[in-house]
């Protein structure tokens, strides 16, 4: 390659990186811009501590948190969160780190949890345990990775689990181990 | 000193009697590994569906669907396997092939149906039902029972 042939390369090269550069900052530019928006889109309205809330009846459900953030949007974010959720005279105690919730005229939605959850089902002495908990709906409930659940002499692993409070099932999909004492 | 003896003695053997428990204890898992299982603690039954593959002490299972049903204190009343039942002897390789094979906790009897067959190196046997007791780990084969055994390149049927 002659002389000319090179400085036309590395000028090519040169166009290339410069454009890919700018984009890249831009693009940079466009998130930190695009940050303070979403935050002043949820507008914080209080930090509670020792929050509390339950269902008009006050028998459906009972949620309790150590902190939670109450936003204008009507979402709220738990720290610390205990969750007793009542169906067919069965107790579901529920139980994590941080969750994510909607509440208008004290009825609840998009209730999604995270970090080490736990679930108790007294009725059929059922223990899960999770990483993601999402509610379906009041009588449903998906849990997503690391799925651990025990029963008295048994053991099951899955990478998915459903919980139907209503009927009292539970489906396990995705590399379904399980260990069971006879 | 004799006293000393004995009370080391004693330990010794509790610790041996509580070792034995403990393997006993670990002999009596299953393990049971599937696509997916769904259990209902109200009718208090469950079922595992796709590659279902069961490991207790010194066998396998493998079939397509296992279904269950178990007590109030979540012990095993009976197992349903079905599906391309595959039965298996770890220390011997002897196999057994069914349709379906049904476990009963009380006798503790595994009983496979649907055409089965005992295969074992070339010999095999076909009979309307195989019995594998898991106490005795025996088989017993009933019910217009044929045998095809090979013996020094020979064939022979045995009725």
Redesign the interface.
Known sequence: MNFRGFAALFLISACFLTVYGVSLIYSKYDQLQSTPAEMKKRNLISEITHFKRSSISGREWEIYASKAFVYADKSIELANFAFKLLNKNHIYSIAGESAALVLSDTELSNFKAEGNISIIGEEHNLKAFTQVLTLVDKSKALMEQEVLVELPNVLIKSLKAEINFAESKVSFSGNVWSKINH | MCGLKLIIEMRLRIFLLAFLVVIT?ER???????????????KETFK?QGSVRVEGEDIQLRCDRLEGK?TK????EQLIASGNVHLLKISDGTQVLGDRAVFD?RTKKVTVLGQPRILKEKNSIKAEEIIYDLSTKKFEARGSVESLIFEDNKTQTLP
């Open positions: 204890a009596h898992d299953w393990i049971i590994q599937a696509d997916n299982l769904g259990v209902d603690l109200s595992y178990f204190d979540n012990q095993i906790n």
